[in-house]
């Protein structure tokens, strides 16, 4: 199962951020923070944040220890190119 989200990056999610990872509807998911489902922090009239860890827990993940690295970058390899024409001639059109 493949999620385009990185829920590891963050220690809270959004409403729309979580829904995405739970692959449910935002409305859902404001339905299950109102019966007490889901967790929640309110942190103003329009701000809610779940944490991401509770997410995970429910999805069944595991939290890795470390943050994942991104792989080393490969030295640039040079590649065979055609050799370039030489600027003072010009191709005559038909």
Do not use: C, H, W
Not at 9 to 37: C, H, M, T, W
């Amino acid at each position: 199962m493949t999620v385009a989200l990185n829920p590891t990056l963050k220690p809270f999610l959004n409403v729309a951020e979580a829904a995405k990872f739970l692959r449910i509807s935002r409305e859902k998911l404001y339905g299950d923070i109102r019966q007490g489902l889901i967790p929640a922090i309110r942190l103003g009239p329009r701000t809610t944040r779940i944490a991401t860890s509770l997410l995970m827990d429910m999805a069944g993940m595991s939290i890795p220890a470390q943050p994942i690295e991104s792989p080393k970058e490969r030295p640039k390899s040079k590649k065979a190119t055609a050799p370039k024409k030489p600027s003072g001639l010009r191709r005559r059109k038909k």
